[in-house]
């Protein structure tokens, strides 16, 4: 059992999100606070020792000393419990800052293999749960050094009565040891059973139909009572074991001081031992047994904390098939140059590109055309950085996309979709995570020609958007993505069918401000739309991964069949 808990904590530590100064505080203020326990006992044998005496001045002094002990004991535990807290915040916010970060680069297979409930369950209910596994192993281990310590002492003081709590104790770890793994056994086949249940109730969901059309309502209810009855018998088995970890065997180590008490007391009567001792002795078996039930709700609350701590480990360790690190090139200088190379490219053992070349020049605005599912938007998630070309390379201002850091790259490639998330929040704050002067939120709202919507509504600004942008039209809506996207200064800007979902007079509009978008960046964009291919600087025609065709539209039309039926789709 002790490897499982080691194990635990292994883990939750590979997570990196402690704070070594923190971690410290919180060990050693739950060592000092355990060890000042032990003080306590012997404070107050002291008293009766000295009382026995007649010695009036001096038993007051050990009062004070006894007052003393509790009032520090009280402190410690109060540092302690400020440790905690300082920890707990800092640890649960790492790590809710670390599942955040991990999120926002995982690969488009992410939500297909972890749902996003529970991406939502983990960054809150587990987080809250697992920032307590340090208190908890710290606790345990303070707490086994004390029950060691107390040991050593009441050997110390009378070898029998230390003998005797000796075997009680270890016979009480041994017995708990059994009993937490046998009832952990019969949990594991408890959730087996309710999964049955649960899955069974789900089929029964789907195939309602069936059911009813064949009549098996008897058999699935016979089915489902089999199954709930499994689940009933490791329930109950579970809970007998519970008991004896919770209940039974604490109980049972504390009616073990009904027999030092005997012993002592025939003692005392024989002149053999003094009420001082007797206090001393009975003060630290009582330790020993507080202690130990400690422990045990402390060893409980580690193992509950098990499952939090494997899904938060999942999500952070998950194993990005086809994204890749960023370099640390941290040149800023784009001008916006692209170059593709020899570029192919093969998803899920399918080709989307095929020995792609083509260049791009700053301050131009390139189309990029085909039918479905012929690699358009693959161009774009290489571009991207989503994933890594197979073959060839991609340049950006001569160097390599995957060799700059991801602050520059980021930085300065930039991507609207057709449709773009909007957060729950105004529209400044949604301004405010790109870029929270305001005044250029302003002036990006103006080129998008959005500012003055937005100033005709009652709270201008920061109005609240709910519902990604629901209580405003799907045009502004792309309109304030736009404006969003201008405030990243990106050199580099990908338009993904944005026009796709607006209105002819919305459509205009953003064909007029693509064109003055050129004038300072390099504008790329996948569209379907003849409008937008004729004001285009370049067009590349893409057909089953690979480049057909390219030129400027007058010529393409001529040239180029696959760009014609296009055209007249």
């Known amino acids: 059992m002790i490897k499982e808990y080691f194990e635990i904590v292994k883990k939750f530590f590979s997570l990196k999100a402690c704070s070594p100064k923190l971690i410290f505080h919180l060990f050693f203020s739950a060592l000092l606070r355990s060890l000042s326990l032990l003080l306590i006992p012997l404070a ?51 790590l809710q800052e670390l599942i955040l970060n991990k999120v926002t680069t995982y690969d488009e297979n992410f939500t297909k293999e972890i749902s996003v409930p529970f991406i939502v369950n983990t960054s809150y209910n587990d987080v809250g749960s697992a920032m307590q596994v340090p208190d908890n192993f710290f606790d345990a281990v303070t707490t086994f050094i004390n029950i060691v310590i107390a040991m050593v002492i009441l050997l110390n003081v009378d070898v029998i ?31 087996v059973s309710q999964d049955e249940v649960s899955g069974i109730i789900g089929q029964v969901i789907d195939g309602t139909k069936e059911i009813k059309a064949f009549n098996m309502e008897s058999n699935i209810e016979s089915l489902l009572e089999n199954n709930k009855g499994k689940w009933k018998e490791h329930y109950f088995k579970k809970r007998v074991y519970q008991d004896r970890v919770l209940c039974i065997i604490p109980e ?30 009975i003060g630290y078996y009582g330790n020993i047994q507080t202690e130990l039930v400690k422990l045990v709700e402390t060893l409980e609350a580690l193992s509950a904390k098990s499952i939090r701590v494997d899904r938060i480990h999942k999500l952070l360790n998950y194993q990005n098939k086809n994204m890749i690190e960023y370099g640390d090139n941290n040149t800023d200088d784009i001008k916006g140059h692209i170059e593709f190379k020899d570029v192919s490219f093969n998803y899920e053992k399918q080709a989307s590109l095929k ?48 060799d700059y850091s991801k602050e520059v790259y980021s930085s300065n490639v930039s991507i609207v979709t057709q ?114 291919m004729k004001i285009a600087d370049d067009i590349i025609v893409i057909d089953k ?22 055209h007249k789709k």
Request: net charge positive; hydrophobic share 45%; glycine share 4%.
């Open 44 to 94: 107050a044998s002291k008293i009766i020792d000295v009382a026995s005496t007649g010695n009036f001045e001096l038993t007051l002094k050990m009062v004070v000393v006894y007052i003393l002990s509790a009032i520090f004991y009280v402190m410690l535990h109060h540092y302690n419990y400020s440790a905690y807290a300082k920890n707990s915040i800092y640890t649960h916010n790492k």
């Open 355 to 402: 020995n792609i070349n083509f260049t791009i020049e700053p301050n131009t605005f390139t189309a990029i055309v085909g039918k479905s599912g012929s690699g358009k938007s693959t161009i774009f998630r290489l571009l991207l950085r989503l994933y890594r070309v197979n073959k060839g390379c991609i340049l950006l201002d001569d160097i390599n996309i995957y």
């Open 419 to 532: 449709k773009p998330f909007i957060f729950d929040m105004s529209i400044r704050e949604n301004f405010n995570l790109v870029d929270s002067n305001h005044q250029h939120q302003i002036e990006a709202c103006k080129i998008c020609g959005i500012h003055d919507f937005i100033m005709s509504l009652k709270d201008g600004y920061n109005t609240k958007l709910i519902k990604d942008a629901e209580n405003i039209s799907t045009g502004q809506k792309q309109l304030i993505a736009l404006a969003r996207t201008l405030l990243s200064k990106s050199e580099v800007l990908l338009f993904d069918e944005v026009t796709s979902a607006l209105d002819v007079e919305t459509s205009e509009q953003v064909v007029k401000i693509f064109k003055n978008l050129r004038k300072n960046h390099t504008v790329l964009m996948i569209t379907h739309k003849p409008e937008l």
């Open 252 to 281: 049972l180590f504390g009616f073990g001081k009904s027999f030092v008490y005997l012993v002592l007391i025939i003692l005392i009567f024989n002149q053999k031992y003094s009420i001082a001792t007797l206090v001393l002795v």
């Open 545 to 566: 991964g690979k480049m057909v065709g390219r030129g400027k539209h007058e010529d393409l039309i001529k040239s180029c069949p696959e760009y014609k039926i296009l």
């Open 161 to 191: 009565v230390g003998i005797f709590t000796l075997i009680a104790l270890i016979i009480s770890l041994v017995s708990l040891d059994y009993n937490m793994k046998r009832r952990n056994n019969e949990l594991a086949k408890q959730r």
